[in-house]
Structure formats: C-alpha cells, structure tokens
Antibody, heavy 113, light 112 residues
Framework: EVQLVESGGGLVQPGRSMKLSCAAS????????MAWVCQAPKKGLEWVAT????????YYRDSVKGRFTISRDNAKSTLYLQMDSLRSEDTATYYC??????WGQGVMVTVSS | DVVMTQTPVSLSLAIGQPASISCKSS???????????LNWILQRPGQSPKRLIY???KLYSEVPDRFSGSGSETEFTLKISRVEAEDLGVYYC?????????FGAGTKLELK
C-alpha cells in the first residue's frame, strides 16, 4: 500500500523558517518525480514545487521561488520542503504528492505572529 | 500561466442522476510528447485529494466505470453516468503539461 506521511507543520512567525518532511512507502521512491501542493483554508489547490526522480531538476511556482527549496533523500525515501522567509499568505495545508497518483494526508502550516 | 476554468461551481444532484463538469484551459494542453496531461481528482470532505482520471480519459484501476473523461486541446469534460453517495465532494481538473502546473477552482458536488 502506498503511503505518504507528512510531518513538520505548525505555527510559525512571519519571516521565519520551517521544514516539512514526507516519508514515502509502498513504491520505489527513486523512480518517481515528487511534488508539494498546497491548499489555503477553504480554498482550492495550488502546485508549489516538483523535483525529478533523481533530484537533478526542480521547479517552483513564482511566488515561492527563492524562498522554498524542494529536495529528496532517495536512500530514506523522504521528500522535503524547506520554507524560508515565510509570509502570512503561505498559510495552508501542504500535501506531498506523487503527482497524478497519490497524495499524503497533508500537514497544516500557519504563518502568524 | 495556464488558467483552468471549471463550470459549474456547484452541482446539486439526486442519487442516480448524471453529472457533467466542464474544464477549459487558456492554452492547449497537448504536449510535445503528443500526450495531453489533463487530469481529474476528487477531494471528499475532510480528506486529501484522490486520483480519478489521467491524460483526459484514462481511469485509474480503482475508479468505477460510471466515471468518464473526454475532450482535447482546451476543452474537457468529466461525466458521472449515475451519481452515488460516495461521489460527493469537490472535483478538480488540473494540467501537468506546462509549468507551473495549475488547477481549476473546483466543482462541488452535493447530494440533493
């Protein structure tokens, strides 16, 4: 059974950093591109970033470029999202996804003073 | 960015009725590979999204065949032949052809 389990969310002040993790199991992690998708409260879904299967390529939406970094550790089957210079508009549930196939349960990030 | 426009915003249907959701993209989703990366997902209340359809019309193995997808280029449709109780939630189309990947705003299916 495929499982994607996010962790690392919570309350953080504007301008501070937070790192999300996603532990993957049930499939060969290093064969697949992975992504983060967010959903602000009561809003729709928004793609955040994608990383290629081997970590050699990364892609970001404009609003997070230079602030967020997606990375992976294939030996640990784990996906990461380092979020720096956080803003109130980054408040959302963040989903780890093998995009198009599987989604995690999501982790809430609240940016507020 | 590719804008994905879904209609209607909401649907209120009785069990057994058909449903149809439209998704239009601001530019063609036909990729250089010859594939069209238009997908549909369902987010049930309080849950994370679940996959339904990929590349316009291909159903994932666990998806009931009352669901179908069609379309090309910039116009796409999701149909449910007969709505069941487990189908309620918000349906999203999303495109994976062009970066940044983009989602429609969602169509909420409610049961009458």
């Amino acid at each position: 059974e495929v499982q994607l389990v996010e962790s690392g969310g919570g309350l953080v002040q504007p301008g501070r950093s937070m790192k999300l993790s996603c532990a993957a199991s049930g499939f060969t992690f290093n064969n697949y591109d992975m992504a983060w998708v967010c959903q602000a409260p009561k809003k729709g879904l928004e793609w955040v970033a994608t990383i290629s299967y081997d970590g050699s390529s990364t892609y970001y939406r404009d609003s997070v470029k230079g602030r967020f970094t997606i990375s992976r550790d294939n030996a640990k089957s784990t996906l990461y999202l380092q979020m720096d210079s956080l803003r109130s508009e980054d408040t959302a549930t963040y989903y780890c996804a093998r995009l198009g196939h599987y989604w995690g349960q999501g982790v809430m990030v609240t940016v507020s003073s | 960015d590719v804008v994905m426009t879904q209609t209607p915003v909401s649907l209120s249907l009785a069990i057994g009725q058909p449903a149809s959701i439209s998704c239009k993209s601001s530019q063609s989703l036909l990729g250089t590979s010859g594939k069209t990366f238009l997908n549909w997902i369902l987010q049930r209340p309080g849950q994370s999204p679940k996959r339904l359809i990929y590349q316009v019309s291909k159903l994932y193995s666990e998806v009931p065949d009352r669901f179908s997808g069609s379309g090309s280029e910039t116009e796409f449709t999701l149909k449910i032949s007969r709505v069941e109780a487990e189908d309620l939630g918000v349906y999203y189309c999303w495109q994976g052809t062009h970066f940044p990947y983009t989602f429609g705003a969602g169509t909420k299916l409610e049961l009458k």
